[in-house]
């Protein structure tokens, strides 16, 4: 069973729920760790179609105050005491190393998430449009940049969880298992893998796929078997945007790292490691 989920956000970016109100669906849920996650601020120039950057950065110290409010007073839910966690989901930006370790170091954070969302100043997954007119050429360059960009945020020694290990999927997955599907993508998938393990980080397992277009969980079965193959610890997150998302396809999450051979996950408290049966 999986009772922590660690990637969590809320209305403070471009969620529909209060910390209080997802952290009330965490308890209806059974969980016993939930870690809060919200996206990290962006300068300028990396942009969405759709973008929150002044509405998070108006509210940050809002997000601040209310988990931390949260993590003071643990709460009894349906599997008993669950523990709150405060971290942060960091976006790594090419060219603003400064800006996302400043970033890293502007709150006593719990634990920190790195990911990656943006090709260049391109926000890969902010719509179906650009993938829709794209030759399977261009979307194998596009792999091959986001996976570029992963290896450098895994080097960068700021976090303790690569979240969506393939997210570049999201609009285009039977492209992508093409490109997987050659020994020379899957050598550059496992040397990123291999730089996660030897810097210590954890790996998400995330139902995040399951409600997105690509219908799959994160990450691909063929990056699980190599994951488990060089013995890199996971974690589980729903990558929750409202209180419906807490948990979402934990079942199923359980079972899927299971056929791995995945027997037990991690959280992240502050350096310290903890180690819990699935």
């Known amino acids: ?57 108006r509210h940050l110290p809002d997000y601040v105050s209310e988990v931390l409010e949260l993590r003071a007073a643990p709460q009894e839910g349906a599997r008993g005491l669950c523990r709150v966690l405060f971290g942060m989901e960091m976006d790594w930006l090419e060219g603003q190393e400064d800006y996302v370790r400043r970033a890293c170091q502007a709150f006593d954070f719990d634990y920190l998430i790195g990911s990656v969302h943006f090709i260049g100043h391109w926000g890969f997954d902010d719509g179906a449009g650009p993938w829709k007119q794209a030759s399977q050429e261009e979307c194998e360059a596009w792999y091959t940049s986001y996976f570029d960009a992963w290896e450098t945020m895994l080097r960068s020694g700021l976090f ?19 490109w997987l599907d050659r020994p020379e993508s899957q050598d550059r998938v496992r040397q990123c893998l291999t730089v996660l393990r030897d810097a210590g980080m954890a790996m998400e397992v995330s139902s995040a796929g399951l409600r997105k277009a690509c219908r799959e969980i994160y990450p691909a079965p063929l990056i699980m078997r190599m994951a488990a193959e ?47 049966p699935i």
């Open 1 to 57: 069973m999986i009772h922590t989920d660690l990637h969590s956000h809320t209305k403070y970016s471009h969620g529909a729920d209060t910390p209080a109100a997802m952290y009330t669906a965490a308890l209806q849920q059974g969980l016993t760790v939930f870690g809060f996650s919200e996206h990290s601020p962006r300068p300028e120039g990396f942009d969405y179609l759709h973008e929150y950057r002044d509405h998070l950065n």
């Open 160 to 178: 303790q969880i690569a979240a969506h290990p393939d997210l570049i999927k999201i609009f285009s997955v039977e492209q992508f298992h093409i």
């Open 230 to 276: 060089l013995h890199i610890p996971i974690s589980f997150a729903s990558d929750a945007h409202g209180v419906d998302d807490v948990a979402y396809g934990f079942a199923r999450l359980a079972s899927y790292a299971k056929a791995f051979g995945f027997r037990e996950h991690v959280l992240f408290d502050r350096g310290r490691v903890t180690r819990m």
